[in-house]
């Protein structure tokens, strides 16, 4: 049974560098989470602890490890605290095509927009750009992705996307929360309706 479960793993673990660039940490990969992430590492349900009153994450204070445990699911702890990846093609926002903005899961400040978003053929979720650059953090050492307050490892940002800026911030959905642009002004993030309003024009 062990041998014939390794195959399975095995079989699904995308070779993140060849395809897509992400850093190469399936191994850590979680394959079932009972709070609603399944067998294919698929954020399908969210960390109910993380809603926070609308605008508080301007004065976000990161928990400790222990609290980020109980916050977290299985994939969304590993992903945001030990670097790893999530699967490719079977994440939460992958196929995403929904209006809104993006924020980090633990911190709630605002990270993309879905109108920088598109398909990058890779299974995760990319954008062009932020959606606040102040918000981002780029290591000087490699191309890794982190959240300003959160400090929540996010995915890895690469110079071979589409113009206008030639890049791509390749994110893991576990990292992330999707908020809609109809639900903007009650989570807190009003500010931002005026993006979508101004697409229609």
Known sequence: MKALTMGVVMLFLVPACQNSGMTQQQEKSVMQDKEGVNVAGENTGSAK??????????NFKKPDDATLKKMLTPIQYSVTQHEDTEWAYLNEYNKNKREGIYVDIISGEPLFSSLDKYDSGTGWP???????????VLSSLHTEVRSKRGDSHLGDVFQDGPPPTGRRYCMNSAALRFI????????GYGEYKELFEKKRE
């Not at 602890?49 to 301007?58: M, Q, V, Y």
Request: proline share 10%; aromatic share 6%; glycine share 4%.
């Open 49 to 58: 602890a993380l809603k926070r009153s609308p605008g508080d994450w301007k």
């Open 126 to 136: 990319s954008f062009t750009k932020p959606l606040e650059a102040d918000n981002i």
């Open 180 to 187: 809609p642009k109809e639900d903007l002004e009650r989570e």
